[in-house]
């Protein structure tokens, strides 16, 4: 199973959350908009999931038309009281999220502060 978010946990354990079957959720195949909130990661892991739906107000063919951007649901990945069960977050393969001496560290943000 190929996945798009994969969590190692402190005892060995890995948790993998499958990409998202386009459609599985609204019925129908949606482009849809995933959000994961790599940011602050103080209160949990959480993933905010969106959909775009073509705007019934504009004509014409089907590919020009102008869509809305729709808010389906928050949900958690992992909840702030299991933050130090953590050993790292992998994204696609790459490494997000790890442990470094004993914290939680965001790896992009970490290399963004050592460049610049």
């Not at 729709?70 to 393969?93: K, M, N, S, T």
Request: hydrophobic share 40%; net charge negative; glycine share 8%.
């Amino acid at each position: 199973m190929r996945a798009m978010i994969e969590i190692e946990w402190m005892d060995g354990l890995v948790t993998k959350v499958p990409e998202f079957a386009l459609g599985d959720v609204f019925g129908e195949s949606v482009q849809v908009e995933l959000d994961f909130k790599f940011d602050d990661v103080s209160e949990g892991l959480w993933v905010e999931v969106r959909h775009h739906k073509p705007d019934e107000g504009s004509d014409g063919d089907p590919r020009e038309r102008a869509c809305t951007l729709h808010a389906d649901c928050h949900y958690g990945l992992v909840d702030a009281v299991d933050l130090d069960r953590i050993f790292c977050v992998l994204f696609e393969g790459q490494p997000r999220i790890c442990r470094i001496a004993g914290e939680l560290v965001n790896l992009s943000r970490a290399c963004a502060m050592a460049q610049g």
